[in-house]
């Protein structure tokens, strides 16, 4: 059983960046018509969210989500000893798009770096995989990024999901050694792997089929994703409760994927939780996969009245097939408000 409590390991911040380009369901009702739109913000609770502009990338929004961070923590590249990039939407085949960030980010040299392919579980197997790396003294203190965009630009064009579910949007999350304690577990099931797909190349230059072969389109089987949630995640916050002798009224809040808002409800009421302790993000940014947990997060923080420290429990769950629980102590004064960017790597292009 992949479980972890990872001891004197702590998240120091947390900021989020998501285009500057904000699209709301009553845009589509030319396009789907008043019925579909109407059953779709229904069913998902998803009333707008944020999408890339022409050329904005991932790696775009978790720059300035990073740079923003490190400048409010005091930080340079010097004390970052670990780069950890988790996205679906790289800006290459190759290299690894934490090079890019690393650069940009001017991080010394003697730095762990590396991608990892890693979709709505993202943001729980990026903090779990660095804590380890800090737990273990292999790093003080590592830079967590995750984030996707360009959610928008393979979308099948008469897919109304597709077309108004997903959102863009980059995440920064500080790891380090300090007071602090993280309970983690993940798990995996490749049986799974073509419930979600999207065999599409990376997106600093992005390729599509000029033919319009559907082979290269994001295909989901959305039954086969909501059976799997329903049923695997309520059973891990089971044995997490176990493993970590806990129960749900330890923790001020639960911040599970934003899926949809239906999923988000089964959940809930599977775990019996009460509605005010499931903090909902999913109407104001959408889908927005990885990320959609450190949004939620912000989003959070951005509604309380006064700054306090909070204690957490995140779920991610979807494309893999993985999912994952994790919990941990949160100082609110430590995570940023929204940041809203353009921002384009150029030199990026220009290769």
């Not at 360009?150 to 897919?159: E, F, H, K, V």
């Not at 993940?186 to 599509?208: K, M």
């Not at 959408?286 to 306090?308: A, F, H, K």
């Not at 004064?333 to 960017?341: G, H, K």
Request: proline share 4%; glycine share 10%; charged share 25%.
């Amino acid at each position: 059983m992949l479980s972890k409590r990872f001891e004197g390991v702590r998240i120091s911040g947390l900021a989020c960046a998501v285009p500057d380009n904000k699209l709301v369901a009553d845009s589509y009702r030319e396009r789907f018509g008043n019925a579909a739109v109407d059953k779709f913000v229904s069913v998902t609770g998803i009333k707008q969210r944020y999408s890339a502009k022409e050329g904005q990338t991932a790696s775009d929004l978790c720059f300035v989500a990073a740079d923003a961070l490190m400048k409010k923590k005091g930080l340079n590249g010097d004390d970052i000893d670990a780069l950890i990039f988790l996205t679906q939407t790289p800006d290459y085949c190759q290299p690894s798009t934490a090079f890019v960030l690393h650069k940009r980010l001017k991080i010394k040299q003697d730095c762990l770096v590396f991608d990892m392919n890693i979709g709505c579980s993202a943001f729980i197997v990026g903090v779990y995989t660095a804590a380890g790396l800090v737990e273990s003294k292999t790093a003080e203190r590592i830079l967590v990024l995750v984030g996707d965009a360009g959610t928008l630009r393979d979308a099948p064009p008469d897919d109304i999901s597709y077309n108004m579910m997903f959102g863009d949007g980059g995440t920064a999350v500080l790891v380090e050694r300090g007071e602090g304690t993280i309970d983690g577990m993940v798990r995996s099931d490749g049986e799974g792997f073509n419930v979600l797909i999207a065999p599409v190349p990376g997106y600093r230059f992005p390729l599509y089929a000029a033919n319009g072969d559907d082979k290269l389109q994001k295909k989901m089987a959305g039954d086969d994703v909501f059976l799997f949630t329903l049923t695997k995640v309520p059973r891990l916050f089971k044995e997490f409760y176990s493993t970590f002798g806990c129960s749900s009224e330890k923790f001020d809040y639960y911040m599970l994927h934003q899926a949809n808002q239906m999923i988000i409800d089964h959940i809930a009421r599977k775990l019996k939780l009460p509605k005010e302790k499931v903090h909902v993000s999913i109407d104001k940014y959408g889908n927005t996969d990885g990320s959609s947990i450190p949004i939620g997060i912000v989003d959070l923080c951005e509604s309380l009245m006064e700054p306090r420290k909070l204690k957490l429990v995140t779920s991610g769950f979807g494309i893999g097939l993985s999912w994952g629980v994790m919990s941990f102590e949160l100082d609110s004064v430590d995570v940023l408000p929204m940041i809203f960017t353009n921002d384009i790597y150029e030199e990026g292009r220009n290769i």
